[in-house]
């Protein structure tokens, strides 16, 4: 891979099933979505108009052929999804309450995506690229654990950027300290990074979204997002922080919410040609309310990246608004 692409993004792809309601015999109904949130950011990327990467590993199955399938489709370069026989790509049952809010079950005792292992990867689809993105479960297993720390050097060694999103799910851990320690484990290692205000606490101890960044922004990182549901985001970096409002919009289902916003502030920054460090915090509100506008649009339909919107789609939905 020769061109610099805007993102290579690590860790799992897999199957949301997702609950659907029930047929005439009163069984429940599961619709099969493609997801897992580095593939999302992904295609929030590409779709928007970027270049993005994805490095993961599936299953010789009918389910990791339809994951890569998917990517491909969708323009992204997915020559590092690698299809494992000897491990079950993995599955995740969501039921949606009327709230539009997620439960998840796993199906990952291992899953393929928990198997990779660097000497599987070509280095160049981290060296060439602007940023390096990766999330936290990816850390729940080895050899993964060791392959996303192995990735993190190799991205911080090659003057790459790295972006962060923990994306806590409580059943894939065996315990609340093990997925605390595992997940704070990289936040000194990375230069940007979302969570939502659910996590702010597992992060940091701090429970209020300001004090939760300004402790993550002293151990490192340039930017630090944290989204606020319905109510917007926070976004701080080293000159203070703002709060920027988000977008009212029917929801249908949150999954996919998170990773659509993040995959937009990854792709303006990559665009912006400027260092983390040197964009300031107008620029970072306008990403922000842009970000914001992606998420609300997604939320609007099912699935998570069935639901992503295009460029064209968020250009004209940020225009009527400001009509």
Avoid at 97 to 126: C, L, Y
Wanted: overall charge negative; aromatic content about 6%; glycine content about 8%.
């Amino acid at each position: 891979m020769n061109m610099k692409t805007d993102i290579t993004s690590f860790g799992e792809i897999l199957i949301d099933f997702t609950r659907e309601g029930n047929n005439e015999s009163n069984a429940a109904l599961f619709a099969q979505h493609p997801g897992g949130a580095p593939a999302n950011v992904c295609v929030a990327i590409r779709r928007l108009g970027g270049t993005p990467a994805f490095i993961g590993k599936v299953g010789m199955d009918m389910h990791g052929a339809m994951l890569k399938k998917v990517l491909e489709d969708e323009g992204i370069d997915v020559h590092q999804c690698i299809e494992d026989p000897n491990f079950f790509t993995t599955l995740a049952f969501v039921n949606i309450n009327e709230e539009g809010e997620r439960e998840f079950s796993f199906s990952r005792k291992p899953g393929a995506d928990t198997q990779i292992r660097m000497e599987e990867i070509d280095p160049a689809t981290v060296q060439n690229t602007k940023i390096f993105h990766c999330g936290s479960l990816s850390l729940t297993d080895q050899p993964a654990r060791s392959t996303t720390h192995q990735l993190i050097a190799l991205a911080k060694a090659s003057g790459v950027a790295i972006s962060y999103d923990p994306n806590y799910r409580a059943s894939l851990w065996p315990d609340e300290q093990t997925a605390i320690e595992q997940m704070r484990s990289l936040v000194p290692m990375v230069d940007i990074m979302k969570i939502s205000d659910e996590e702010c606490a597992l992060l940091t101890d701090q429970t209020d979204p300001q004090q939760a960044a300004t402790a993550l922004l002293a151990q490192g990182p340039k930017v630090v997002a944290i989204t606020l549901g319905s109510q917007g985001a926070l976004i701080a970096n080293a000159a203070g922080s703002r709060v920027v409002a988000g977008f009212k919009s029917k929801v249908a289902d949150t999954n996919g919410a998170g990773d659509s916003f993040w995959g937009a502030m990854l792709y303006q920054i990559a665009h912006c040609d400027q260092d983390l460090d040197q964009i300031d915090l107008d620029t970072l509100e306008q990403f922000t309310r842009y970000a914001n506008a992606v998420a609300a649009l997604t939320v609007r339909k099912h699935g998570a990246i069935p639901a992503m919107p295009t460029a064209k789609e968020v250009s004209e939905f940020l225009d009527h608004l400001d009509q």
